[in-house]
């Protein structure tokens, strides 16, 4: 089970992925019913421990709008297989050919994504409801000079996130906003495990 893609934890994500090699596991279901999303860098990170024989190939494309999409550099826009956590250390990777997803309807975003990226490289069996449907993704503006955490106003403890792309896989679908579709069974009570 997995609840939220956060850098901060990427760490522990990996070492759960080390136990799993030194296991020798070879099948894996992750359950993202309660997962609502996350950061995009965390996702593809997580999308390379599962898989491992995409490195460098494209996880996901961001989309902006005209004005955004032609100031960014081209390679900007693309959210690629990686070997390296946020923090510089190595990925460990199950080389996965086959992904099971648990899924409900609070399964959005970053874990959309994760199963949206990974078809266009993996068999992945969808069990469960269909997603939310939250193909977007968002920035954090603070009140502070330059809209980052630092230099905060004292006198505001709020920030606007603000929707700013679409993301789409690497077949460049992006197209899910009434959720991803199940291919298996649509009940969890419907799915015998034997």
């Not at 950061?39 to 995409?54: K, P, W, Y």
Request: glycine share 8%.
């Amino acid at each position: 089970m997995y609840n939220g893609f956060y850098s901060q934890y990427e760490t522990e994500l990996n070492s759960a992925f080390s136990f799993f090699a030194a296991e020798g596991v070879t099948h894996l279901i992750l359950d993202l019913r309660y997962n609502s999303g996350g950061s995009v860098s965390t996702a593809t990170r997580l999308a390379s421990m599962i898989t491992g024989q995409f490195n460098n190939e494209i996880f996901a494309k961001q989309q902006w709008n005209a004005k955004l999409q032609v100031a960014f550099a081209p390679e900007d826009l693309l959210n690629r297989f990686t070997t390296t956590l946020g923090n510089g250390g190595g990925i460990q990777s199950l080389s996965l050919n086959k992904l099971y997803v648990l899924t409900s309807k609070r399964t959005a975003s970053a874990s959309e994504l994760v199963i949206n990226g990974l078809e266009s490289y993996i068999d992945v069996v969808q069990i469960g409801d269909a997603t939310t449907g939250k193909n977007v993704g968002s920035v954090t503006l603070y009140d502070s000079p330059n809209f980052r955490k630092e230099n905060l106003n004292p006198n505001h403890r709020y920030a606007m996130q603000p929707i700013v792309l679409k993301i789409a896989n690497n077949d460049n679908f992006s197209d899910y906003v009434n959720g991803l579709a199940t291919r298996c069974v649509t009940k969890l009570e419907d799915l015998r495990l034997i």
